[in-house]
């Protein structure tokens, strides 16, 4: 939630840690904070000056009919403070907001988190059929449908948004520092928006269907990988993880069943016929089997693969399915027996007629 300027707040410092800072001493003598290991004893604990600030229902209280909050601060209490968030973001607040929520300032703005536990659907436990989902850096995501999704678009913004950076960064004028401040993170709520766009069109397409999602297991991509210095820029900037992430929370709401399948030689294997062979690749969009002839879109043959051995995964049954480490999905790992994510109502968009909005 983006609180407005219609009341102003005390300075995050004052507000978030003053009171916290002077009881640090007596409450780690009474045993109620320990230092974390391997911190020194005699180096004082300190909060960040714009770090967040948890508050409960006694600190903090929602009128969401009214758009404003009360919040407690060192102070005094401040009352009817405005919020703003769109008309989805408010439904969730008022039926599913439990537990605390989190004061952050960034930029010159207060925004406000608030924990929501949005029940799931019941988990398909038959699912007729696997769409497969192969991301990549120059195609975000294709559908094993045939559906390439955002294409170079994300690509075209990144390229823009570095170069740029570059060129406010070699002036190094006041203005031109302005600038970049202005312009921090804004690439990174760009691909956000566009992740969340792509896992919703996903899902629902799945949910619809009555067909699970099968993904690949990524895990640890970019320590196996070794890049040429021109394309080390884009291979860091791709976030598949967090596409990856949109994608499991949204299915477990919706009760898709995901699968993470073993990604080795998705893109060198035939989709018809099964031969493996690295010339199949013959470039970046196309693959052409050097046994059986057959020709397809690259991206498009590697997603018919994932879809392949998620089914035959699948078919297995759960208990020959690998048991996952905690918190880490791994090959074969049914999203839908992860822990329940934690879903945060987040700062509204304003998006133009027909857009696609997150949720």
Same mark, same amino acid.
Request: net charge positive.
């Given at each position: =939630?983006?609180l407005?300027?219609?009341?102003?707040?005390?300075?995050?410092?004052? =507000?978030?840690?003053?009171?916290?800072?002077?009881?640090?001493?007596?409450?780690?003598?009474?045993?109620r904070?320990?230092?974390?290991?391997?911190?020194?004893?005699?180096?004082?604990?300190?909060?960040?000056?714009?770090?967040?600030?948890?508050?409960?229902?006694? =600190?903090?209280?929602?009128?969401?009919?009214?758009?404003?909050?009360?919040?407690?601060?060192? $102070?005094?209490?401040?009352?009817?403070?405005?919020?703003?968030?769109?008309?989805?973001?408010?439904?969730?607040?008022?039926?599913?907001?439990?537990?605390?929520?989190?004061?952050?300032?960034?930029?010159? =703005?207060?925004?406000?988190?608030?924990?929501?536990?949005?029940?799931?659907?019941?988990?398909?436990?038959?699912?007729?059929d696997?769409?497969?989902?192969?991301?990549?850096?120059?195609?975000?995501?294709?559908?094993?449908?045939? @559906?390439?999704?955002?294409?170079? @678009?994300?690509?075209?913004?990144? &390229?823009?948004?570095?170069?740029?950076?570059?060129?406010?960064?070699?002036?190094?004028?006041?203005?031109?520092?302005?600038?970049?401040?202005?312009?921090?993170?804004?690439?990174?709520?760009?691909?956000?928006?566009?992740?969340?766009?792509?896992?919703?069109?996903?899902?629902?397409?799945?949910?619809?269907?009555?067909?699970?999602?099968?993904?690949?297991?990524?895990?640890g991509?970019?320590?196996?990988?070794?890049?040429?210095?021109?394309?080390?820029?884009?291979?860091?900037?791709?976030?598949?993880?967090?596409?990856?992430?949109?994608?499991?929370?949204?299915?477990?709401?919706?009760?898709?069943?995901?699968?993470?399948?073993?990604?080795?030689?998705?893109?060198? &294997?035939?989709?018809?016929?099964?031969?493996?062979?690295?010339?199949?690749?013959?470039?970046?969009?196309?693959?052409?089997?050097?046994?059986c002839?057959?020709?397809?879109?690259?991206?498009?043959?590697?997603?018919?693969?994932?879809r392949?051995?998620?089914?035959?995964?699948?078919?297995?049954?759960?208990?020959?399915?690998?048991?996952?480490?905690?918190?880490?999905?791994?090959? $074969?790992?049914?999203?839908?027996?992860?822990?329940?994510?934690?879903?945060?109502?987040?700062q509204?968009?304003?998006?133009?007629?027909?857009?696609?909005?997150?949720?």
């Open positions: =939630m983006a407005t300027a219609g009341q102003p707040l005390r300075d995050p410092g004052a =507000m978030s840690h003053g009171v916290a800072d002077a009881r640090l001493p007596e409450l780690v003598e009474q045993g904070l320990h230092h974390e290991e391997g911190h020194d004893p005699e180096k004082p604990i300190v909060f960040r000056p714009q770090g967040a600030q948890p508050y409960d229902d006694r =600190m903090l209280s929602w009128q969401i009919p009214d758009r404003t909050v009360s919040i407690w601060t060192t $102070g005094g209490r401040a009352k009817n403070v405005p919020f703003t968030a769109s008309a989805e973001q408010l439904a969730t607040l008022a039926l599913f907001r439990k537990g605390e929520s989190d004061l952050l300032e960034r930029d010159g =703005m207060w925004f406000l988190y608030a924990t929501c536990e949005v029940p799931e659907a019941e988990p398909n436990a038959n699912p007729v696997f769409l497969g989902v192969d991301l990549g850096i120059v195609n975000i995501a294709t559908t094993s449908d045939g @559906e390439i999704l955002a294409r170079r @678009e994300l690509n075209r913004i990144r &390229t823009r948004e570095r170069g740029l950076r570059a060129k406010l960064q070699r002036k190094n004028t006041p203005s031109s520092k302005r600038r970049l401040k202005k312009r921090r993170r804004k690439e990174a709520r760009r691909a956000k928006d566009i992740n969340h766009k792509i896992a919703k069109h996903v899902v629902a397409e799945a949910e619809r269907t009555g067909r699970g999602i099968a993904l690949e297991d990524l895990t991509i970019r320590e196996r990988v070794r890049l040429r210095k021109p394309q080390r820029a884009t291979h860091s900037s791709w976030s598949f993880a967090q596409l990856e992430q949109f994608i499991a929370y949204k299915a477990r709401r919706a009760g898709v069943p995901v699968v993470y399948v073993d990604p080795a030689y998705t893109s060198r &294997t035939c989709a018809e016929c099964g031969h493996i062979d690295k010339a199949n690749r013959v470039s970046q969009a196309w693959f052409a089997c050097r046994s002839g057959f020709v397809d879109h690259a991206d498009r043959n590697s997603s018919r693969n994932i392949a051995r998620a089914w035959e995964l699948w078919r297995r049954g759960p208990h020959q399915r690998p048991l996952p480490h905690p918190g880490q999905p791994g090959p $074969g790992l049914d999203a839908n027996y992860a822990p329940p994510p934690v879903v945060p109502v987040v509204a968009r304003d998006l133009s007629p027909g857009q696609l909005t997150p949720s």
